[in-house]
C-alpha cells in the first residue's frame, strides 16, 4: 500500500504550540508528515533557515514519523519530488480562510492531484502566531505559554542581539 506522505509547510519563524498542536493532529492521520520550512519568503525571517529547521527538529524529537526539510521555489513542485499526496494548513479563525482559500486553489491549479487538508488547532491557541510571539518577545512579555522552551531561550538571546 502506498504510504500517505503529507507536507506541512511554512515560515515557521519561529515554531510555536499552535503549530506543534497541528503536527501532532497530522500525524494521526499520514504515514509520514514532513514540516516544510520555505526558504524563499518574501518577507525577511528573524531566524535563518538552519536556525528555523533546528528548532523545528527539537520541537517533534518525540515524533517518530515526522521530519524536518526546507524547500525552495513552488510548494507543488516540492510535494512532487517528495511523493507527498497532500498539504496540511492549520485554520485557527475565520479570518485566515480567505489567504489559505486562495493558497489551496492555487495550488490545485498547479497540480490537480495536491489535496490540502485543513486541520485546527486547540482553541487556546486560536489567536496565536509567531508575529505575535516576535513581538511578545521584542518587548520582554511572555512568551512562554506559547513557545517550548528551546525557542523562548532562542528568542530571548535573538532579542538581546537586536
Ligand atoms: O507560514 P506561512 O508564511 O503562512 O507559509 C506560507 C507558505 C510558505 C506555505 C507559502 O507562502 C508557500 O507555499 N510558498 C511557496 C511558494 C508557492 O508555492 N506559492 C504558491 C502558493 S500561493
Known amino acids: 500500500m502506498t504510504r500517505k506522505i503529507a507536507i506541512y509547510p511554512g515560515s515557521f519563524d519561529p515554531i510555536t504550540y499552535g503549530h506543534i498542536d497541528i503536527i501532532k493532529r497530522a500525524s494521526l492521520l499520514f504515514d509520514e508528515v514532513i514540516v516544510a520550512v520555505a526558504r524563499n519568503l518574501g518577507k525577511t525571517p528573524l531566524f535563518s533557515e538552519e536556525e528555523r529547521v533546528g528548532m523545528i527538529e527539537e520541537a517533534i ?45 492555487v495550488n490545485r491549479k498547479l ?11 486547540h482553541e487556546k491557541y486560536s489567536y496565536l502566531n509567531s508575529s505575535i510571539v516576535k513581538e511578545l518577545a521584542r518587548f520582554n512579555g511572555e512568551v512562554s505559554c506559547f513557545v517550548p522552551p528551546h525557542v523562548e531561550k532562542q528568542l530571548l538571546e535573538k532579542m538581546r542581539k537586536k
Open 111 to 121: 497540480d490537480e492531484h495536491m489535496i490540502t487538508v485543513f486541520l485546527m488547532p
Open 61 to 105: 524529537r518525540e515524533l517518530p514519523s515526522v521530519r524536518v526539510d526546507s524547500f525552495n521555489g513552488l510548494l507543488v513542485d516540492y510535494a512532487r519530488s517528495i511523493g507527498a499526496q497532500a498539504v496540511i494548513r492549520g485554520l485557527r479563525a475565520v479570518s485566515d480562510f480567505e489567504y489559505e482559500f486562495q493558497m489551496a486553489l
